[in-house]
């Protein structure tokens, strides 16, 4: 059933937030710098981040461009970001060396360079991405799998109203009443899930976590009834939300 929603998602594209200034800018062709080809969706670090991104390639050729990234990697001295460029349909590696600038769609924040922005979804002392939630390395990528699905359902019909950001925010403050702490961040919580706009792969790879064995009990029947909540919030039912959201339910429900 998995797969059978992955290929029904296959290809939707969840686009990040721009502010209304943004233009992209793209040289007529990419040039792949130093290729890295492991594209495989990382919940414990940046997996489903959505941001606009400066980059300055090996040519001097300098784009800007919508992404949502997937993964940090290392070879030898040198980072990579794995992602998907919104503007090109397509998955590129970037040297986080090159990337001069990243802008958070949602708060219009610039951090130059952009290793400043992705400092913090770098790997920590403790194994885990240094945005933890005050949460443990895995429930923290339980937690990030359940608002990638969670932000992919608000995202899929093009808009995001302040019902559905509410029912996102009370998902994470169910998430910290019932696994975490008196140290989780509930409002860094809510900042980062803004952030998301998952592309389809990352949609799938957090569909099955949420049911993995041995997960946190009860987070995929807490995650199904913020999906239910999620599909009525705006008081609309949007065929592509509603088509989606009963995909997700008839999943978690399984």
Do not use: W
Request: proline residues 4%.
């Amino acid at each position: 059933m998995l797969q059978a929603i992955l290929d029904v998602v296959r290809g939707r594209r969840v686009i990040p937030t721009a502010p209304p200034s943004f233009v992209p800018q793209l040289p007529e062709m990419d040039v792949e710098d130093d290729t890295v080809d492991d594209f495989e969706p990382d919940l414990e670090s940046v997996a489903g981040v959505g941001c606009i991104v400066t980059y300055r390639d090996s040519k001097g050729a300098e784009s800007v461009r919508r992404i949502t990234c997937r993964k940090l990697s290392r070879n030898g001295t040198v980072m990579y970001l794995q992602a998907y460029c919104h503007e090109r349909g397509a998955l590129r590696t970037f040297r986080l060396d090159r990337l001069t600038e990243a802008v958070c769609g949602v708060t219009g924040e610039i951090f130059a360079p952009a290793s400043v922005f992705f400092k913090r979804y770098g790997v920590a002392d403790h194994g885990g991405a240094a945005v933890g939630f005050g949460l443990g390395v895995q429930l923290a990528a339980d937690l990030r799998a359940g608002l990638n699905v969670l932000a992919f359902l608000a995202r899929v019909d093009g808009r995001v109203v302040p019902a559905e950001e509410q029912v996102i925010a009370r998902y994470c403050q169910s998430f910290g009443v019932r696994f975490g702490s008196d140290s989780f961040d509930h409002a860094g919580t809510c900042r980062y899930s803004v952030q998301l706009a998952p592309d389809a792969e990352t949609f799938y790879v957090s569909l099955h976590r949420l049911k993995r064995d041995g997960g946190p009990i009860g987070l995929a029947r807490m995650t199904l009834q913020a999906a239910g909540e999620l599909i009525d919030a705006d008081g609309k039912q949007d065929p592509k939300e509603f088509y989606f959201g009963t995909q997700v339910r008839e999943y978690l429900a399984s």
